[in-house]
């Protein structure tokens, strides 16, 4: 019963330095999302994906990219890391059916230096 | 342009007592409002919602309060636990939207 896996759990990366956060749900959702929370800020949702081949920015979307690589995988890139990305990234996933409510990961903190 | 505000940082709260946490937002087409609750090193689980069609909605210990003229709402739970000890989020939306705007959170402390 795993339902939302994210790895790493954690990451320091450098500034300029990439690298792929993963997330993988086996609950047989249709929607899947990446959020970051920061302090003060709440939880700001970076992208989403409706289905398998399809996503959607959202708010905070500038310095990533992300795949939907098939109906259980949802990954986020950061192709040249920053500070400002310093965060917690949680991944969520959804049935889709009016407002089913979203399953969180438990999150990767990312650091920046 | 902060469209949910959850004005308390932070409430404790005595074991046994009520906890009142609020939620204020702006934007008028809200129309489904939910609650999660997150504890540390762990991601946000959903705890209840409401439609703006309700003013009330209960189950067990929880209940949501909906003032749509106000735009406000705010959980309650009656009586308060340790295990309650959390950090909430109101999460408003529109009906059918799956992007969630989720509020500043509201770290509660029940004292034992």
């Known amino acids: 019963n795993a339902g939302v896996t994210q790895t790493p759990k954690f990451q320091v990366l450098k500034t300029g330095q990439s690298m792929t956060l993963q997330c993988a749900q086996d609950?047989?959702?249709?929607?899947m999302y990446w959020y970051r929370q920061d302090p003060g800020m709440g939880l700001r949702l970076i992208y989403y994906?409706?289905?398998?081949?399809?996503?959607d920015k959202g708010e905070v979307p500038n310095g990533y990219n992300v795949s939907r690589l098939n109906k259980r995988e949802f990954s986020l890139r950061l192709e040249s890391a920053a500070p400002s990305q310093t965060s917690v990234y949680f991944c969520a996933s959804s049935l889709r059916t009016g407002n089913s409510p979203l399953h969180f990961g438990n999150g990767t903190r990312l650091t920046v230096t | 342009d902060q469209q949910v505000k959850q004005n308390s940082p932070s409430l404790s709260v005595q074991e046994g007592r009520i906890s009142i946490l609020n939620c204020d937002y702006t934007n008028s087409m809200f129309d489904y409002f939910l609650w999660y609750k997150k504890y540390p090193a762990e991601g946000p689980t959903f705890l209840i919602s409401i439609s703006s069609i309700k003013d009330k909605n209960e189950d067990g210990r929880f209940t949501v309060f909906l003032n749509k003229s106000a735009k406000h709402l705010s959980l309650h739970i009656v009586p308060s636990q340790p295990g309650d000890s959390a950090v909430y989020f109101c999460a408003p939306t529109n009906f059918g939207n799956e992007k969630l705007t989720f509020g500043t959170g509201t770290r509660l402390t029940i004292i034992p």
């Open positions: 994906s409706a289905s398998e081949g399809t996503t």
């Open positions: 609950m047989n959702h249709n929607s």
